[in-house]
């Protein structure tokens, strides 16, 4: 079981901070969801968290360890990503592909043998993408590329996943599939979860707990009823009355209502 | 998780890709030991294959065979012949593996083993050389050879350091820091060539390529650091595969991505500087046969890096034996010939296969 921690952590490029001053824990067994709008820096915290970019200051802890000493082969082994929708490369088979999730478990003289290729076999089969399997990705759509990388963080086994728009390019059905899938893992195995959701309303329905991020810093932080408020929603993303609540389950829902008000913010 | 079936289908189809692959890569193999023997066998004294066989059988410990030929004839099979035939094999060998691994490393297909400086370095020290009034030998790298070796590890060197921001290496910066030293040393190389008078059919002569001075001496310079290089970018196979995804994922996949690239980078550009050193600097072979592998076995680095040496190698000897015999005496460059041979029969593969490449 692996906890990931922010503590007051300045992120950016070049020295012009995109985020300032995060502090946010995720624990084993929870889904997070990160919620903002455009540019507000998800996509930053996630390439923090996986150490692809360094923090300018304050510390990030995976396991309660300093992610900057942790080699990056043991933290792939600790930390998997679903990056947004990427370019693949058009030379390999789905099947390859999400072999590649094994990468951080071989070492420099090993190939992957029969266990590798059934634990990729069922990622595929979890994640309905076992008949692209002999297909070069290339070919596939942008939703079926989205289900192979959840088979591919699944192959990599470990024990924290961060998804950065994980449910972008579904279709509604499938959303519900992927993120259903997400929470049983996450509950069933105690993964510490942290996803970047566009969408509030499924945000709202899968996350245990949100942060919303605007303008630098975490704007609210609570459980989806405490953060998604019609003042929230207002101040963040200037749309007005828009937060109802769902029928059969309680949780808030945005419906985007006749009017809706242009200027940003304060 | 547990593992309750055997996966049948796609492991399935996966492993006959490999069993094709492993089959092509024992053929060539067998293959590149005919070339070798066909291509000793064929020059101005025509010997017959069987002897040529012979001779180089009766050379291996533990084989012994009558000897049914006379001494000339095994001088000039073994102290002529299979010096130049494995030098070639060599040098292509190198040449195609460094061209795959800059390749996969800077997922760019256009790139080749002299796109960051090494082919124009090497000139340029070779060019110094040419002109120096003097002549020396150190660790059995004679002056020109010495001279472009220096200048091929320089050249990248400097590149290198341009390219660094910070603590990564921008491939794009690299690619682009590599062709701009290239056009600067590749002027300065031009100058020289037109103030060198009577020197210039010599130098032209070298930038071209010729194996014609090929001697056991040479292999025994150049040999550790092919074997050594090619040896240490076939260990990072698999990892050249992950990093086919972009950088960003091959990091959250356990690449450590910057010293991936330093140790590849200084593995590929020492072999090719080992090999251009001698023979100059023949074009085509390092952009052209892992393209050609690619798109008859496919792009799995594991398979690409070992069939395009084996394909490297056979491709040159040929080659060269067409440079040496079919204006014989005259010796055509290797340089012009392996664009003669070798790009109808690239472009008859990329008319075949129609579906993505790269």
Same mark, same amino acid.
């Given at each position: 079981?692996i906890?990931?921690?922010m ?17 946010l824990?995720v624990?084993p067994?929870?889904m997070?969801g ?21 923090p ?31 370019l ?9 592909i ?16 029969k ?8 990622a ?5 993408t ?10 596939l759509?942008?939703?079926e590329?989205?289900c ?14 961060l ?8 279709d509604?059905?499938r ?20 996803a ?18 605007n ?15 019609d ?5 963040v ?9 769902h ?8 419906l ?8 940003n913010?304060? | 998780m ?6 049948t289908?796609?492991a ?5 890709g490999r ?17 070798i ?11 017959p ?26 001088t ?5 012949r299979l ?9 292509g ?7 795959a ?25 070779a ?10 030998n ?6 020109i ?27 794009t ?7 701009a030293?290239s ?17 210039m ?30 040896a ?23 690449v450590?991505?910057e010293?991936?690239? $330093? ?6 550009? $020492? ?18 046969i ?16 070992? $069939? ?22 005259t010796?055509?460059p290797?340089?012009?010939?392996t ?9 008859? $593969?990329?008319?075949?296969r ?5």
């Open positions: 079981m906890e990931l921690e503590q007051k952590v300045t992120l950016g490029y070049d020295h012009h901070p995109v985020l300032e001053d995060i502090s824990k624990t067994g929870e997070v990160l919620i903002g709008p455009n540019g507000s820096g998800k996509s930053t915290i996630i390439k923090a968290l996986s150490h692809v970019i360094s300018e200051s304050g510390k990030i802890l995976v396991d309660k360890r300093d992610i900057t000493h942790i080699p990056r082969r043991e933290l792939a082994c600790m930390v998997g990503v679903v990056p947004q929708l990427p693949l490369p058009s030379t390999f088979t789905a099947f390859e999400v072999l590649m999730g094994r990468n951080p478990h071989l070492g420099l003289f090993q190939s992957e043998g266990r590798d290729w059934a634990i990729a076999w069922q595929m089969e979890k994640t309905g076992d008949e692209l399997a002999n297909r070069y990705v290339n070919e759509s942008g939703g590329i989205q192979l990388l959840i088979a591919r963080v699944l192959v990599q086994e470990t024990k924290a996943i998804l950065d728009e994980p449910t972008a390019n579904l509604i059905g959303q519900g599939e992927i993120l259903d899938l997400i929470k049983k893992l996450c509950t069933q195995n105690n993964l510490a979860v942290l970047a959701v566009h969408d509030l309303n499924m945000a709202a329905q899968y996350c245990d707990r949100l942060l919303l991020i303008e630098r810093h975490i704007y609210a932080e609570g459980t989806p009823r405490e953060v998604i408020t003042r929230n929603i207002k101040e993303y200037g749309a007005e009355n828009c937060v109802y609540t029928p059969v389950n309680g949780l808030p829902t945005v985007l209502g006749a009017h809706i008000n242009k200027t913010g304060k | 547990t593992l309750n079936q055997t996966p289908l796609p399935g189809t996966y492993l006959s069993r094709t692959r492993i089959l092509s890569l024992l053929g060539l193999s067998a293959a590149l030991v005919a070339v023997a066909l291509a000793t066998s064929i020059g101005s004294v025509q010997i294959f069987s002897t040529t066989f012979g001779i180089l059988l009766d050379k291996l410990p533990f084989v012994d065979i009558t000897q049914t030929w006379q001494n000339v004839i095994a000039i099979v073994l102290d002529i010096p130049r035939v494995i030098l070639a094999g060599l040098v060998a190198s040449l195609a593996i460094a061209g691994t800059y390749q996969g490393l800077f997922r760019n297909p256009l790139a080749d083993p002299y796109l960051i400086g090494v082919a124009q370095g090497a000139s340029l020290g060019v110094i050389g040419f002109l120096l009034p003097v002549a020396w150190i660790a059995g790298f004679g002056l050879p010495l001279l472009a070796f220096c200048g091929a590890l320089l050249a990248t060197a400097t590149v290198y350091m341009l390219a660094r921001v910070g603590k990564t290496l921008p491939v910066t690299l690619i682009l820091a590599g062709v030293l056009a600067l040393l590749g002027s300065i190389v031009s100058y020289l060539i037109i103030s060198s008078g009577d020197k059919h010599g130098i032209i002569f070298w930038l071209m390529g010729s194996f014609s001075m090929s001697q056991w001496s040479e292999i025994t310079v150049v040999l550790p650091y092919i074997v050594v290089g090619t240490v970018i076939i260990i990072f196979a698999r990892i050249l595969n992950v990093m086919q995804l972009d950088e960003e994922q091959a990091q959250q996949l356990g450590n991505v010293k991936l690239k $330093l140790i590849l980078l200084a593995a590929a550009t $020492l072999i090719t500087a080992a090999s251009v050193s001698f023979v100059g600097t023949i074009g085509f072979v390092g952009i052209i892992p393209h050609a592998v690619r798109l008859i076995w496919g792009a799995d680095h594991r398979f690409l890096l070992p $069939l395009a040496v084996l394909t490297g190698a056979i491709f040159m000897i040929l080659t060269d034996l067409v440079a040496r015999t079919v204006l014989a005496p010796e055509i290797i340089g012009v010939i664009a003669i041979c070798g790009a109808p029969f690239f472009l008859y $593969l990329l008319r075949r129609k579906k993505a490449i790269f």
